[in-house]
């Protein structure tokens, strides 16, 4: 058995001591008499441990919640999980022009992006996986984590709009991704850089980037989204209907190149649905190297049971009370 909250079971050491001192402090009897002997006729009780036994039911009551709130669980078996050595960040462009609709209608480059990406994190379960989400600015949308379901939710959420959309900050984006794989010792460091557009905002540029990424020996793999010459972006009209705009795409594919170069990373042109998908399975043949980790996860709680206990103890105390052992008035 184990607790969740050890420290709690500290309180059990003041029991005694309260015990002891409720039976020397207690309000003045309003009667005295010089022998118990004067009042035996009248009341027609004898000695017993009546009150004892109901004073030491309020303490077990007492001591079983206290050892309710140490959430006692049972460990029902060892997990052995797998972990790689392998720590990606994707870092996904959210501007405006990422809504283009260059794979087909309704199919707009961040909603591929974040199909493929979505299948990409189902297909490497072993790995911790980060997000950096960027435009203008870059943010973290997700820690490293190997919990998926949470990377999952948190990738779902990601919404054109929810920073200023009008610029890219590529510089920006590679090193809030670098600074979450800083200082972390797993053999491969990768980040996967997805942008449709050009580094025109930011402090630090994509190049000085790279080079840090270098230094920490960061696989950078990039990949320019859209294809070539002029894309079709959906605007609403004064009627309600939607129309397409059609907008030159600017992908940098020499930085982009650049960058992926410099790390030992790929540059990647996703200019179709079925090209999109083929890179993600390329980076996904990646080289994983594996550490068994050892958890405890498994556990059957005890709270309820140990708590339902405490309260039976102080409701039979309670009812012997005032039925069987009731007190004279």
Same mark, same amino acid.
């Given at each position: 058995?184990?607790?969740?909250?050890?420290?709690?079971?500290?309180?059990?050491?003041?029991?005694?001591?309260?015990?002891?001192?409720?039976?020397?402090?207690?309000?003045?009897?309003?009667?005295?008499?010089?022998?118990?002997?004067?009042?035996?006729?009248?009341?027609?009780?004898?000695?017993?441990?009546?009150?004892?036994?109901?004073?030491?039911?309020?303490?077990?009551?007492?001591?079983?919640?206290?050892?309710?709130?140490?959430?006692?669980?049972?460990?029902?078996?060892?997990?052995?999980?797998?972990?790689?050595?392998?720590?990606?960040?994707?870092? !996904? @462009?959210?501007? #405006?022009?990422? $809504?283009?609709?260059?794979?087909?209608? &309704?199919?707009?480059?961040?909603? +591929?992006? =974040?199909?493929?990406?979505?299948?990409?994190?189902?297909?490497?379960?072993?790995?911790?996986?980060?997000?950096?989400?960027?435009?203008?600015?870059?943010?973290?949308?997700?820690?490293?984590?190997?919990?998926?379901?949470?990377?999952?939710?948190?990738?779902?959420?990601?919404?054109?709009?929810?920073?200023?959309?009008?610029?890219?900050?590529?510089?920006?984006?590679?090193?809030?991704?670098?600074?979450?794989?800083?200082?972390?010792?797993?053999?491969?460091?990768?980040?996967?850089?997805?942008?449709?557009?050009?580094?025109?905002?930011?402090?630090?540029?994509?190049?000085?980037?790279?080079?840090?990424?270098?230094?920490?020996?960061?696989?950078?793999?990039?990949?320019?989204?859209?294809?070539?010459?002029?894309?079709?972006?959906?605007? !609403? @009209?004064?009627? #309600?209907?939607? $129309?397409?705009?059609?907008?030159?795409? &600017?992908?940098?594919?020499?930085? +982009?190149? =650049?960058?992926?170069?410099?790390?030992?990373?790929?540059?990647?042109?996703?200019?179709?649905?079925?090209?999109?998908?083929?890179?993600?399975?390329?980076?996904?043949?990646?080289?994983?190297?594996?550490?068994?980790?050892?958890?405890?996860?498994?556990?059957?709680?005890?709270?309820?049971?140990?708590?339902?206990?405490?309260?039976?103890?102080?409701?039979?105390?309670?009812?012997?009370?005032?039925?069987?052992?009731?007190?004279?008035?």
């Amino acid at each position: 058995m184990t607790f969740a909250h050890p420290y709690v079971l500290l309180l059990l050491l003041l029991l005694p001591v309260l015990a002891w001192l409720k039976g020397r402090i207690g309000h003045s009897p309003a009667f005295l008499y010089s022998s118990v002997d004067l009042v035996r006729p009248i009341s027609g009780l004898s000695r017993s441990s009546a009150g004892s036994f109901l004073a030491a039911l309020r303490w077990l009551a007492v001591a079983l919640f206290i050892v309710a709130l140490a959430q006692p669980r049972l460990v029902k078996g060892e997990s052995q999980v797998k972990a790689s050595g392998v720590d990606i960040v994707v870092a !996904i @462009d959210m501007s #405006g022009s990422m $809504r283009s609709e260059d794979f087909g209608e &309704d199919q707009s480059r961040i909603k +591929l992006a =974040k199909e493929v990406l979505a299948k990409f994190i189902d297909n490497r379960p072993n790995d911790r996986i980060g997000l950096v989400a960027f435009a203008k600015d870059a943010y973290i949308a997700a820690p490293l984590t190997l919990d998926h379901d949470f990377l999952q939710r948190n990738l779902d959420r990601l919404r054109i709009g929810l920073i200023d959309e009008n610029r890219t900050a590529i510089g920006s984006a590679l090193m809030a991704a670098l600074n979450r794989l800083q200082g972390l010792k797993d053999k491969s460091k990768i980040v996967i850089l997805m942008t449709d557009g050009e580094n025109n905002s930011g402090k630090v540029s994509p190049l000085t980037a790279a080079e840090v990424a270098q230094s920490l020996g960061v696989k950078v793999y990039t990949i320019g989204i859209g294809i070539r010459g002029k894309a079709p972006y959906p605007v !609403i @009209d004064q009627f #309600g209907q939607k $129309r397409y705009q059609w907008m030159d795409v &600017d992908v940098d594919e020499d930085t +982009l190149n =650049k960058i992926a170069e410099k790390t030992g990373g790929k540059y990647y042109r996703a200019d179709s649905a079925e090209i999109f998908r083929r890179i993600y399975a390329e980076i996904d043949s990646l080289e994983k190297s594996e550490a068994e980790v050892k958890k405890f996860q498994h556990y059957d709680e005890l709270f309820a049971p140990v708590s339902i206990a405490g309260l039976a103890a102080f409701l039979l105390e309670m009812i012997l009370n005032h039925t069987v052992w009731r007190k004279l008035p």
